[in-house]
T-cell receptor, first 114, second 109 residues
């Protein structure tokens, strides 16, 4: 068990809808990362937060947004959903901001858009 | 732009048949090279971090090595429970962790 908790495990919704994915990092970790994994794309970095501040953006669509709250949990909001947004969404956490430490992943939220 | 290429895409081994997985990378200022194991429907599980060329790490039947351009994950006498996808990732100066597409390993009894 990595100590990173993601909810819900599964989410099925229709095109055009909006969903929120939640992540609780490991105790003591200040950094939260979001990744998208689809069959043909591998793990794609979306966004990184450190102690409530956005630190880096990757391939995140404008329809997607995220935030990290004072208690360090994070939420990823996906809106105007399209069929192509169906994927596994992973959250990972780490203690670092700039140092190259490993990320520890949750078991993901499987999003299915119908 | 940082890049990670893993080969082969898939590898089938007989139990006990040792082999190696390759990870080639280009990165601006290596801050770490990472190996993960991912089982179907689960999140990647951290295995090793390597920071500089010549470094080696071992864990049970797995050994990771690093050069300036690539890393190898050596699997000695694998067992069926070693079947998984193995992911390589790098962190460079931009501190993002960039992943390769993975090698899907199947070990047959």
């Amino acid at each position: 068990d990595s100590g990173v908790t993601q909810t819900p495990k599964h989410l099925i919704t229709a095109t055009g809808q909006r969903v929120t994915l939640r992540c609780s990092p490991r105790s003591g970790d200040l950094s939260v990362y979001w990744y998208q994994q689809s069959l043909d794309q591998g793990l794609q970095f979306l966004i990184h937060y450190y102690n409530g501040e956005e630190r880096a953006k990757g391939n995140i669509l404008e329809r997607f947004s995220a935030q990290q709250f004072p208690d360090l949990h994070s939420e990823l909001n996906l809106s105007s959903l399209e069929l192509g947004d169906s994927a596994l969404y992973f959250c990972a956490s780490s203690r670092d901001r700039e140092v190259g430490l490993a990320l520890h992943f949750g078991n993901g939220t499987r999003l299915t858009v119908t | 732009e940082d890049q990670v290429t893993q080969s082969p895409e898939a590898l089938r081994l007989q139990e006990g048949e040792s082999s190696s997985l390759n990870c080639s990378y280009t990165v601006s200022g290596l801050r770490g090279l990472f190996w993960y194991r991912q089982d179907p429907g689960k999140g990647p599980e951290f295995l090793f971090t390597l920071y500089s060329a010549g470094e080696e790490k071992e864990k049970e039947r797995l050994k990771a090595t690093l050069t300036k351009k690539e890393s190898f994950l050596h699997i000695t006498a694998p067992k069926p429970e070693d079947s998984a996808t193995y992911l390589c990732a790098v962190r460079g100066n931009n501190n993002d962790m960039r992943f390769g597409a993975g090698t899907r390993l199947t070990v047959k009894p």
